[in-house]
């Protein structure tokens, strides 16, 4: 049995955590590169906690800049167990209206300038993401979210953009007829990396538009989002102090595998791989390494 704790990623709008006792920030350090900011560490509910807000306070990070790697490799170092990601998206679907919440279950990645994996020459790994999402997290993120009051889409696939533009009309169709639902530009490579360091992840992403398909939405601006924002970032905060005892206590092993993602992913042969390689991924896979 391993101790809970909850890392947040908190996205657009959500760069603190209220209600944590004991809190600090700590600055964490990390083979991978300097975090998007220091971490809001404390306990909520009796459930340690630690909150990272995505993009640094004061939106520093666009999508392509934020430090995923070293963002990720920092949060198992703190000992977190399980991700709950919180981010801003747009809708592709007329029942997923702004201020409603997706817990999605599927990605489509078409990131093109980011670092993907922790793994690479020198020591080779490839995990499986057919199930990216771990269930357990999505439950206890669907629970909350209707105790709070807050209108949640359980299930949908998300597509990851490069960005930091929005879509085009054609794009925005093009994703509409591949059947995603969700348009964000930061869950990826967030989610594969999660899957790398053997951690428990959920996405609940915030609908603050239609995109640019909808007739009577056809025209996303910085200021249409930022309004929806703000109250999506309210009720973010409500639902991560509902879940928070859903997942106290003592953590058995999950029974999505998450937590044992690498048992069968690196290839390299012991006798093969770059000491400099392996000594940056203790945290993320020295378990295995």
């Known amino acids: 049995m391993t101790e809970t704790v909850i890392g947040v990623i908190g996205g657009s709008g959500v760069y603190a955590i209220d209600g944590l006792e004991g809190a600090e920030w700590v600055r964490a350090e990390s083979p991978w590169g300097t975090p998007s900011d220091e971490m809001l560490r404390g306990t909520l509910s ?17 999508p392509t800049s934020v430090p995923y790697r070293a963002n990720i490799d920092a949060l198992k170092r703190l000992g977190v167990t399980d991700i709950l990601s919180v981010s801003a998206c747009g809708s592709f679907r007329e029942e997923m209206a702004p201020g409603d919440f997706v817990i999605v279950d599927q990605f489509i990645d078409r990131t093109f300038e980011r670092d993907k994996s922790f793994f690479g020459p020198g020591c080779v790994a490839h995990v499986s993401m057919a199930h990216p999402v771990c269930g357990r997290l999505g439950d206890a993120a669907e629970a909350a979210a ?11 696939t998300y597509l990851a953009m490069e960005g930091p533009q ?8 093009l994703y509409r007829a591949w059947g995603c639902h969700v348009i964000g530009m ?15 992840y959920a996405t609940v992403a915030m609908v603050t538009d239609y995109d640019c398909w909808h007739p009577d939405h056809d025209h996303v601006t910085v200021a249409d989002v930022v309004k929806v924002l703000l109250g999506n970032a309210d009720k973010a905060r409500s639902l991560v102090k509902r879940i928070a005892p859903k997942l106290a206590g003592e953590r058995a092993a999950c029974v999505r595998g998450c937590d044992r993602a690498l048992d069968h992913a690196v290839i390299t042969a012991a006798e093969a791989r770059d000491p400099a390689v392996v000594a940056r991924l203790d945290a993320v896979a020295g378990r295995v390494l």
């Open 186 to 200: 930061t869950n990826m490579p967030e989610a594969k990396l999660a899957r790398e360091a053997e951690l428990c």
């Open 166 to 173: 929005f879509s085009s009309l054609a794009e925005s169709e």
């Open 146 to 156: 209707r105790e709070e009051g807050i209108t949640v889409h359980r299930g949908g």
């Open 46 to 62: 009796g459930v340690k906690m630690v909150f990272l807000p995505r993009h640094g306070r004061g939106h520093v990070h666009s």
